[in-house]
């Protein structure tokens, strides 16, 4: 797993559940292991250029946001079949296209 110092990544909740599905094992014996990037880090987390584009489009279009449920839906209008470039997706070794 992922983490990028969100709060609820260092939640006591998601402490609490990662030492339950680990429970007493040895670190290289663990269901899960997370792996801690920088919060906004594009250079090493990919998909913070989607949250970028997609916070980008919803501020631009704001004016149409008189709810939180016409956010979500300008949010997921933008995301929604929305083909995103990684030009240097090659650099993880995961990708060799657009996803």
């Not at 797993?1 to 969100?6: T, V």
């Not at 997370?34 to 970028?52: D, G, H, M, R, T």
């Not at 916070?55 to 709810?67: A, G, Q």
């Amino acid at each position: 797993m992922i983490c990028d110092g969100a709060s609820y990544h260092g939640s006591h909740e998601f402490q609490r559940y990662l030492s339950q599905v680990n429970q007493d094992l040895d670190s290289e014996d663990w269901q899960i292991t997370c792996l801690k990037f920088a919060p906004n880090a594009p250079e090493q987390a990919p998909v913070e250029n989607i949250w970028l584009q997609t916070k980008n489009f919803v501020r631009k279009f704001h004016h149409f946001c008189h709810s939180f449920k016409s956010v979500k839906w300008l949010f997921e209008f933008f995301a929604d079949d929305q083909v995103f470039e990684f030009p240097k997706i090659h650099k993880y070794g995961l990708f060799t296209q657009s996803i």
